[in-house]
């Protein structure tokens, strides 16, 4: 693998995010994108910091926490988008902006009571695990509205959307119909939560259909940072 060029693919994902909204119809910069950093080093994120980026994302609490302490010269926007432990509830309570990857309520509750009250409310995105996913991760759609009711009554948490990795599929079709799942699943669910806003679901191989099927936030490491 050669150098790198963390400002070079950053313009490359931005022109595709931009395309695949114009295919979309949809307006230009509507698609936010999170650079996922995890196994990446400090150093490759402040190249992409200074190339313009200034939302990350990182899977493991441990290195996350790493990270964060090593950059806080930058105004980084920080989300976690991994499996959350409830002995690392703590650390991700306060210093993240955002959680993705929400799918019960015994992690909310704890996240909501360490979040500092002074910190604005922590962010949070339940994670959907759609019919077709092997991953043990995710609260399944049936038991999504109850786990949202009891989010949203906590104190330092703000719920503000869904988040889903679906199966890998190299099918457009394929990766379009477990978007499209996600889709229904997030407007079924805003007509009792109204301030529900972010649909977090496309990655680097499959963000055009995620941006096709309503995406606004795509979660991007390889095609930022280079393979992992
Ligand atoms: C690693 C990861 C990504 C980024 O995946 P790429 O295929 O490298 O773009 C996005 N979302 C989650 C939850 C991840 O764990």
Not at 43 to 50: D, S
Not at 53 to 81: C, M, P, S
Request: with cysteine.
């Amino acid at each position: 693998m050669g150098t790198i060029n963390v400002a070079t693919n950053l313009q490359h994902v931005r022109d595709r995010v931009a395309a695949a909204e114009r295919q979309a119809n949809r307006a230009p910069g509507s698609v936010h994108l999170l650079a996922v950093s995890k196994t990446k080093p400090a150093t490759l994120i402040r190249e992409a910091w200074a190339a313009g980026q200034q939302a990350f994302g990182e899977n493991y609490a441990q290195e996350a926490e790493e990270k964060v302490r090593a950059l806080t010269d930058l105004a980084i926007q920080w989300h976690f988008i991994g499996p959350v432990q409830s002995n690392k509830t703590r650390g991700l309570a306060n210093t993240m902006a955002w959680i993705h990857s929400v799918d019960r309520h015994k992690i909310a509750q704890r996240l909501s009571e360490q979040r500092h009250a002074e910190l604005p409310p922590l962010n949070i995105c339940l994670q959907v695990k759609l019919s077709d996913e092997a991953t043990k991760f995710g609260v399944s759609p049936g038991e999504l509205p109850a786990l949202a009711a009891e989010v949203d009554g906590l104190a330092n948490l703000r719920l503000r959307g869904l988040m889903a990795i679906p199966a890998a599929s190299s099918e457009v079709t394929k990766q379009r119909a477990a978007f499209a799942q996600l889709r229904l699943l997030f407007e079924g669910l805003r007509e009792n939560h109204p301030s529900l806003d972010t649909l977090s679901m496309g990655m680097s191989g499959d963000l055009e259909a995620a941006i096709a099927e309503g995406s606004n936030l795509v979660r991007v490491g390889t095609d930022v940072f280079g393979a992992r």
